[in-house]
């Protein structure tokens, strides 16, 4: 038995990574993990080997994060990846990503693609706003080549997942960031090719710097995992200065009176637009909670 990385499934196979050789992997018949929890992409796993390259997953072991979209085990950070404009930048989409890394206490990294659409702007106003609340931030261009080296060296010896909405460049930026990554991913994607695409296909590409990478499908909408109500305005970091100014312990920030959160919104110390998103994340989660 041996200790390897899954890094692709489909098909019902596990391919697992040891070394420079892919296994070719089966899932133990009466293997579970947790709650019948399948093995993800970016699990460590144990391996019994049946033959030349061919196994058998007999063990996952513990993981030390999850995301379930996409899914997938032992993520490092985030890489969370919109475009200037081509698509035009999504962000109550980017705020729930933020929210879900902040919950699966994965360090989000924000890339905004496309800079040669900036036309002359060095910057973009969303994305100053978020370098302010503190998340690390890259500008890339792959047309003109900016930001890949920075983007390269923020993911060596790290386990990132590219997420975005489809159209914001990330299967190009992965090709920029290390050329031919972008030609394993679109055979993969030929070979499982069946009417709407590889909506599901997650694959975990090593890089040779140092590291993995994700590449996920794009998506549009973003379910908010479960938590208590409490707990959301601790994924905002710039509540965290004026929640305990609140009036009341487990304040909402929403209807209650004397809530610092709302006075430094009216003070424009917290910006409307992200307040707004987190009244919305609030409502939906006071529906998780009427459902359950």
Same mark, same amino acid.
């Given at each position: 038995?041996?200790?390897?990385?899954?890094?692709?499934?489909?098909?019902?196979?596990?391919?697992?990574?040891?070394?420079?050789?892919?296994?070719?992997?089966?899932?133990?018949?009466?293997?579970?993990?947790?709650?019948?929890?399948?093995?993800?992409?970016?699990?460590?796993?144990?391996?019994? %080997?049946?033959?030349?390259?061919?196994?058998?997953?007999?063990?996952?072991? %513990?993981?030390?994060?999850?995301?379930?979209?996409?899914?997938?085990?032992?993520?490092?950070?985030?890489?969370?990846?919109?475009?200037?404009?081509? %698509?035009?930048?999504?962000?109550?989409?980017?705020?729930?990503?933020?929210? @879900?890394?902040?919950?699966?206490?994965?360090?989000?990294?924000?890339?905004?693609?496309?800079?040669?659409?900036?036309?002359?702007?060095?910057?973009? $106003?969303?994305?100053?706003?978020?370098?302010?609340?503190?998340?690390?931030?890259?500008?890339?261009?792959?047309?003109?080549?900016?930001?890949?080296? $920075?983007?390269?060296?923020?993911?060596?010896?790290?386990?990132?997942? @590219?997420?975005?909405?489809?159209?914001?460049?990330?299967?190009?930026?992965?090709?920029?960031?290390?050329?031919?990554?972008?030609?394993?991913?679109?055979?993969?994607?030929?070979?499982?090719?069946?009417?709407?695409?590889?909506?599901?296909?997650?694959?975990?590409?090593?890089?040779?710097?140092?590291?993995?990478?994700?590449?996920?499908?794009?998506?549009?909408?973003?379910?908010?995992?479960?938590?208590?109500?409490?707990?959301?305005?601790?994924?905002? %970091?710039?509540?965290?200065?004026?929640?305990?100014?609140?009036?009341?312990?487990?304040?909402?920030?929403?209807?209650?009176?004397?809530?610092?959160?709302?006075?430094?919104?009216?003070?424009?110390?917290?910006?409307?637009?992200?307040?707004?998103?987190?009244?919305?994340?609030?409502?939906?989660?006071?529906?998780?909670?009427?459902?359950?």
């Amino acid at each position: 038995m041996f200790e390897g990385v899954l890094i692709r499934a489909y098909g019902g196979f596990y391919y697992v990574k040891k070394g420079d050789e892919v296994w070719e992997c089966s899932l133990r018949g009466k293997f579970r993990l947790g709650k019948d929890s399948p093995a993800l992409v970016g699990d460590r796993v144990m391996v019994t %080997p049946i033959k030349q390259n061919v196994g058998r997953i007999d063990e996952v072991l %513990p993981r030390k994060t999850e995301l379930f979209r996409p899914a997938v085990a032992n993520i490092d950070q985030a890489v969370i990846v919109f475009a200037v404009q081509n %698509p035009e930048p999504n962000l109550t989409l980017l705020d729930r990503f933020l929210v @879900l890394a902040e919950t699966s206490e994965i360090a989000p990294l924000v890339c905004l693609n496309k800079g040669d659409l900036l036309t002359g702007r060095r910057d973009h $106003e969303w994305l100053r706003l978020y370098r302010k609340i503190g998340y690390p931030t890259v500008i890339t261009s792959t047309k003109k080549g900016e930001g890949i080296d $920075e983007l390269r060296q923020l993911l060596i010896g790290k386990t990132s997942v @590219l997420a975005g909405p489809s159209g914001v460049g990330k299967s190009s930026l992965l090709n920029a960031v290390q050329p031919g990554l972008e030609l394993k991913t679109g055979d993969i994607s030929h070979k499982l090719k069946r009417g709407k695409h590889t909506t599901r296909h997650v694959e975990l590409l090593p890089l040779k710097s140092g590291g993995y990478v994700v590449d996920s499908p794009g998506f549009s909408s973003l379910d908010l995992p479960h938590m208590n109500k409490e707990d959301l305005g601790y994924f905002f %970091p710039e509540f965290e200065t004026f929640i305990v100014e609140c009036r009341f312990n487990g304040c909402l920030h929403y209807h209650e009176p004397q809530c610092a959160i709302k006075g430094a919104v009216e003070k424009g110390l917290i910006q409307k637009e992200r307040y707004q998103n987190y009244l919305t994340f609030l409502q939906e989660i006071l529906q998780q909670e009427r459902r359950y």
